[in-house]
């Protein structure tokens, strides 16, 4: 069994195409929970109608995405096998196609004991590889993709059929159930909205599970929806206290330095290359 666990808040539209797409799974073992972390669109209303049998926990918006995950997960742990069953974190802005589950499912008994994740595509443009797995450094801070994205997605799949990679984002990776039972559920603490599912990831390679990426398992992704991305069409000054301060941005300040404290030999120098090469990133973008 699967259990398929998506935080939403908001974004009905997404949801909908994202559940959509999964009630159209060739492999059928599976159950869907939605956290809907205090939506405000009718999610919550429009769910109970059209999907009567996806499992849904409401949360008060004070959840963010790691507390959703995690309100989802401790639920599918009261009822599934912990020796045979998997959760599969999944974002609602994601769809996929009608073999995902099971193109995972046999990624799996391929390459356990390991995770596996998806192979990131642009919903807009579907040759357009966005994640193929990552190399992270913890010394200094760097991070590379792990194989060529500009790769023609046909010669990718066939050249690099299972990719290893350092992290793994949460956005549609397999996780054994027996791994919460070892290493506990994601970190809300020091990672409430971002790089909660990298620092989960890097504790499982930590404890001896390997991390591929399945080039046949996508997810067909929003790209321009995700992250600060879309707050700020220009680089005013709220944008720049947003990118430092607000959870919805990947660069918050407190979010770096809890990852630097967390994975890093020397906490202090690696958060100082960290941030000067989003600054940088930031300050050339566009020019």
Sequence with gaps: MIYIVIPVHNRLGYTQDCLESLEKQVYRDFKIIVVDDGSTDGTRSFIQTKFPNVILIEGNGELWWTGATNEGIRLALKEADPESDFILTLNNDLVVSEDYLLQLIHGYEKKKPCLIGSLSVDVDDKRRVHFAGTHWNRHNAKYRPAVDIKMDLNELQENAPFIESTLLPGRGVLIPIKIFNEIGLYDQKNFPQYMADEDFSLRCRNNGHKLFVSTTAIVYSHIRSTGLSNLHERKTWKYWVDLVSSRRSPNNLKTRWNWARKHSLLPPF???????????????RNL
Excluded at 270 to 284: A, V
Aim: aromatic content about 26%.
């Design 270 to 284: 690696y958060f100082l290359i960290d941030y000067s090469r989003i600054i940088y990133s930031k300050l050339t």
